[in-house]
């Protein structure tokens, strides 16, 4: 329950017992909406916050307000961020200092995905059950605010910090996480939040402010995650928005780079084609890994523009190589979302007037994860167009048997983690050899990714590898590079007799 009154009446308070009538009101048609089950992702690790402390809260919201609130907020009844902020303004200056409040910042995950499957109803109901919830957490002390579309704040009165608002935080992300029910059917969103403890001179602008970059944190490391705000955080966090900053000048400029790194036949030795793979050289930071920055451009968005990009730039390349020598194009899961990837593919074919069976597309599990429907059905529109589909990074996720039975694939990648342990660890090399002997059985092509060493490529050799690819036959290369290697390999009889 929502509600037993603060012996020292909380500023919310003033706004009467309305309030509380209202969030009952709401409570019982949020719990209309309530889903069962239980389960929520884990919370891991609460980093440790020396020297700062903090207090979560609830706030069920009153009386309409002068101003016209958003339409959202009439369905949660919680604080808005302006009242929030006059709560945390005089729970500071009355606080105790062995008992210093905390500031939990929440978030839904995935909501944007939600928005667009389940319309504004869905959202709202979504909304408003998750508010419900956080109340239903939170003692009366405690106050809750919505401060964005898929934001909330609680404010924990007080408590043995950091203790209690790690546990607290815990808890709501618990609580958010648990699968929902909107119109009869079952919907799992995760929850990530960031905390940070009230501590002597630090305003509340700067409280509200640290509980959010940990929050980002919390985002970056994942679904189920919960963070305190750490010294040095916010130079992180400055250093990844001067990064954001440089990215989009540099798709802006068209900045990036693609490096080809060949593909062979493992009997033959033959090239079979190239991985496309993005480069960014900035003037300063020297080359970035794609490691580091391919995650940020699907973050801000960036990735669509780009990926687009990377297919028309690969595609023109490819086609200037001696066919059937391919190209293949790593494609993620954000370029699925919005369905444009079926367009881009199209019009990178159409430009360049590459064959579409020279085109692979290599996709990961994440994507399937997610939207399984729709993405199979984008999958095969995209083999319709006669481009070959290939599953990247195999083994290291969840490598769930079910995806290669819904899609006919035409590659499988072994991820090159089990690669890499083929000598050392026999365990590697049965796991290889179980994938293979699957895939052949499934008519699928194998490629080991990550071939350093003579005794791997032969080790795959014996269990019957199809495809190569690593530093051991080829490095990624420029297209200057890949395209003299292409056409070597075309003449092969010229080059003997140079
Ligand atoms: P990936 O698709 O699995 O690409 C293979 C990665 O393994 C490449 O790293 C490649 O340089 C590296 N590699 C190849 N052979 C060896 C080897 O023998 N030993 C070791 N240790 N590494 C090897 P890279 O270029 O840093 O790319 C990393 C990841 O970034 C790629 O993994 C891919 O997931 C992503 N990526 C690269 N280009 C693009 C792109 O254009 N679009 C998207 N969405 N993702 C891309
Ligand atoms: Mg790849
Ligand atoms: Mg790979």
Redesign the pocket.
């Known amino acids: 329950m929502p509600s037993s009154i603060a012996s020292t009446p909380p500023a919310w308070h003033r706004y009467g017992m309305r309030a509380l009538a209202a969030a009952t009101v709401a409570g019982l048609a949020c719990g209309l909406l309530g889903g069962a089950g239980l389960i929520g992702a884990p919370v891991p690790a609460l980093a440790g916050a020396a020297g700062l402390f903090l207090v979560a809260g609830l706030l069920a919201w009153p009386a309409p307000r002068k101003v016209a609130r958003p339409s959202a907020n009439q369905f949660t009844e919680l604080a808005d961020a302006e009242l929030l902020r006059a709560e945390l303004a005089e729970r500071l200056a009355m606080a105790q200092p062995d008992r210093p409040a905390a500031v939990i910042t929440l978030e839904l995950d995935g909501f944007a995905a939600i928005r667009d499957t389940l319309g504004q109803d869905g959202l709202n109901a979504l909304v408003c059950e998750a508010a419900g919830r956080l109340r239903a957490a939170a003692r009366g002390e405690d106050m809750v605010a919505r401060t964005g579309l898929a934001e909330f704040v609680v404010l924990q009165r007080d408590g043995l910090q950091p203790e209690a608002a790690a546990r607290f935080a815990g808890r709501l992300v618990h609580e958010l996480s648990r699968p929902y029910a909107l119109d009869g059917r079952p919907l799992i969103c995760g929850a990530v939040a960031g905390i940070a403890v009230a501590g002597p001179g630090l305003a509340m602008e700067a409280l509200l402010a640290q509980s959010a970059m940990a929050l980002e944190r919390a985002r970056a490391d994942g679904q189920g995650t919960a963070r305190f705000f750490e010294a040095g955080m916010d130079t992180a966090l400055s250093a990844r928005h001067s990064l954001e900053g440089a990215l989009r000048q540099a798709a802006a400029a068209e900045e990036f780079q693609l490096y080809y790194q060949p593909v062979f036949d493992l009997r033959s030795r033959r090239l079979l084609g190239f991985?496309a793979l993005l480069r960014w050289s900035h003037p300063e930071r020297g080359v970035v890994s794609p490691a580091e920055f391919v995650p940020l451009l699907e973050e801000t968005g960036l990735i669509l523009p780009v990926g687009a990009w990377v297919l028309r730039k690969a595609c023109q390349e490819a086609a200037r190589w001696p066919a059937p020598i391919g190209v293949?194009v790593?494609l993620s899961p954000a370029q699925f979302r919005r369905d444009e990837v079926l367009d881009a593919v199209r019009t990178a074919l159409a430009e360049s007037g590459l064959t579409p069976g020279r085109l692979t597309l290599?996709i990961t599990e994440g994507l399937l994860l997610e939207h399984t429907e729709a993405v199979l059905t984008t999958l095969e529109q995209l083999h319709a167009l006669g481009v070959e589909i290939a599953l990247?990074d195999f083994g290291s996720g969840y490598s769930s048997l079910a995806y290669l039975w819904r899609f006919r694939f035409d590659t499988l990648?072994i991820d090159r983690a089990f690669v890499q342990e083929l000598r050392r660890d026999g365990k590697a090399a049965a796991i290889i050899e179980s994938i293979i002997g699957l895939g052949h059985s499934l008519d699928l092509r194998i490629t080991a990714e990550g071939v350093e060493t003579e005794e791997q490529l032969i080790a795959l050799s014996g269990v019957g590898c199809d495809e190569v690819q690593g530093y051991l036959l080829g490095r990624p290369m420029p297209s200057a590079e890949a395209a003299l290697l292409a056409e070597a390999t075309r003449r092969p009889a010229t080059r003997s007799a140079a």
Request: aromatic letters at 0%; a negative charge; proline letters at 0%.
């Open positions: 991985e293949a790593n290599e990247d990648k």
